[in-house]
């Protein structure tokens, strides 16, 4: 929708000394142009003109200064309807084809730094497919903010301080102890699953039986650390596998190791906000005064047997965010933590941050369907489908492609079935095959002699079918798609995208010859196919999927 103004539309009417911008959208309905505005609508008050006055007024002046507009009408009340020709779109697409891989890139984010959080499961078991929909979210919301400008980077804060290791550790001791055939009591508080059994052995086989004699509360600290570092070792493992890089590992231990004066970051930021009289004491405990910051209750930092809060450790860990330098906080939680958002948020106002410094992304639950019936989970009774299970049946392109096709914030139903089938009904197998039959299509002209680098400027003019300029505005509008799903933190609409791309391609192959007699009509459109082809190529990219040159 930049383009009328990038040609040079809105100074036509800017004379005109109003401070009010117009409205200009793509019509519903193709065949009231290319574009609409409301323009006249607005400024018949200030012209003390009817509106359909200012519209015919506006499209006599726009006619006499452009040459790129088809046609202008006049529809309904006063809203004005443009159709470009069909120049103005080849001379678009030239640019793109001049930009290559390139083409998509922007810098709305310039010099803004930003973190994006995600995941960060505590090493207590195997992540599961809440998780790996986590996963996807925030590796593809990198993505986004990196094309469109923003200098990002990715983190793991790894909840490894607490009650819930000493509760691992216990668990993995009771299991330790029932290996040997002792006497062993496993609390219903305890964690379930195979994988506790399984570290328990492990232990047994590296150690022996030299535990079994020794007093539990001396055990304990090591049966939690073999564990922890066990499981977040698997943790690792199973987000490379599904093509998820972290630059940062941050433990929440270090929030509590002390300096050189024996203060952690926690009793600094402590003390911070005691100095402030942002904490009081009440029944013992300190409390933080939230409801001065828009939470509707005050909570406890510091209960009164001395123990930290998790709000606590996460205060800290927030400013220590903010004082490596990110300008916006991005933290993607699971939809169980919906209580605790209002609460970080007044944390992180009380630490002097201004309102979108933070944002609380919840991603919604994941249901897996097989034969038409959701596959029943319990993560306490420790009965669920790991990311890993998924990812070895799925692999992962459809993991990822699937966990997108919806906005994060609604419910998920992830189709087995489908995802694992290889035909144009799944939708990754449909976009991705778009690609490789591009790639195909390029491979044939190669062995024909036809090579559009020796020709640098197809004739694009000769590209006139409906369903081509239909198809060269869908590609030019994927840099607007980029700083839109950017701004509004929205993957999934780079799926719905893709996949209306790859739609456009087969129906337009399935119609029309790519390689002809004719020479410059085939040069111009391999030109735009390549240009389908580099622009899929870049949004699957961007969701952290493959693009084949073979299917």
């Not at 055990?219 to 987000?239: H, Q």
């Not at 079935?417 to 491979?443: C, G, K, M, W």
Request: hydrophobic letters at 40%.
């Amino acid at each position: 929708m930049s383009a009328l103004a990038d040609e040079g539309f809105l100074s036509t009417y800017r004379d005109s000394g109003s401070s009010i911008e117009p409205q200009i959208e793509v019509p519903k309905d193709s065949n009231h142009g290319d574009f609409a505005s409301n323009i006249a609508l607005v400024l018949a008050s200030a012209e003390k003109k009817s509106p359909r006055q200012v519209a015919e007024r506006i499209v006599e002046g726009i006619g006499q200064s452009t040459d790129f507009i088809e046609k202008m009408e006049v529809a309904g009340p006063g809203f004005i309807n443009f159709s470009l020709k069909d120049s103005f779109w080849q001379g678009r697409l030239a640019r793109a084809v001049a930009e290559g891989e390139a083409f998509g890139d922007s810098d709305m984010g310039s010099g803004v730094r930003v973190q994006v959080e995600f995941v960060s499961a505590n090493p207590t078991g195997p992540l599961h497919v809440g998780h790996a929909r986590g996963a996807a979210v925030g590796d593809a919301l990198a993505s986004l903010l990196e094309a469109a400008g923003h200098d990002v980077q990715r983190e793991y804060y790894i909840n490894d301080a607490g009650v819930q290791m000493e509760t691992l550790g216990k668990s993995v001791y009771a299991r330790y102890r029932e290996h040997y055939g002792k006497d062993f009591v496993y609390l219903d508080t305890y964690y379930q699953g195979e994988y506790i059994g399984e570290i328990a052995r492990k232990i047994a086989e590296d150690e022996g039986e030299r535990f079994l004699e020794t007093p539990e509360e001396e055990t304990i600290p090591f049966f939690t650390d073999f564990a922890s570092r066990d499981i977040l070792s698997g943790i690792e493992k199973d987000l490379s596998d599904f093509g998820i890089e972290y630059d940062v590992w941050f433990s929440e231990k270090s929030l509590y190791e002390p300096d050189a004066d024996g203060r952690s970051r926690v009793d600094t930021y402590i003390e911070d906000f005691t100095r402030r009289q942002l904490v009081f004491e009440k029944e013992g405990a300190l409390w933080f005064n939230t409801t001065d910051y828009g939470d509707d209750k005050d909570r406890v930092v510091i209960k009164s047997d001395g123990e930290k809060t998790y709000l606590a450790s996460d205060i800290a860990y927030h400013q220590n965010k903010y004082d490596r330098g990110f300008d916006r906080v991005i933290n993607i939680w699971g939809a169980d933590h919906h209580g605790y958002v209002v609460r970080m948020l007044a944390a992180v106002r009380a630490l002097g941050r201004s309102e979108g410094d933070l944002v609380l992304i919840l991603v919604q639950l994941v249901s897996l369907i097989r034969g038409g019936k959701p596959i029943s989970m319990s993560t306490r009774a420790g009965r669920y489908v790991t990311l890993r299970e998924l990812l070895d049946e799925v692999g992962p392109d459809a993991m990822r492609y699937f966990m997108l096709m919806r906005s994060y914030d609604a419910q998920l139903d992830f189709d087995l079935d489908l995802a694992t089938t290889r035909s144009q009904e799944n939708p990754v197998f449909y976009v991705q095959y778009a690609h490789a039959r591009i790639s195909s299509i390029q491979n044939q002209a190669t062995e024909q002699d036809i090579a559009i680098d020796e020709c640098p400027e197809p004739d694009l003019a000769r590209l006139v079918l409906p369903e081509e300029i239909t198809i060269i505005k869908k590609i030019l509008d994927f840099p607007g798609l980029v700083e839109e799903a950017a701004r509004d933190l929205a993957p999934h609409k780079v799926t719905f995208y893709l996949f209306d791309l790859a739609s456009l391609f087969h129906s337009y192959y399935n119609h029309h010859r790519v390689i002809t007699e004719d020479l410059p009509l085939t040069r111009a459109r391999l030109a735009l196919i390549g240009m389908i082809k580099t622009v899929v190529a870049r949004g699957l990219g961007l969701l952290g999927i493959s693009a084949p040159e073979k299917m």
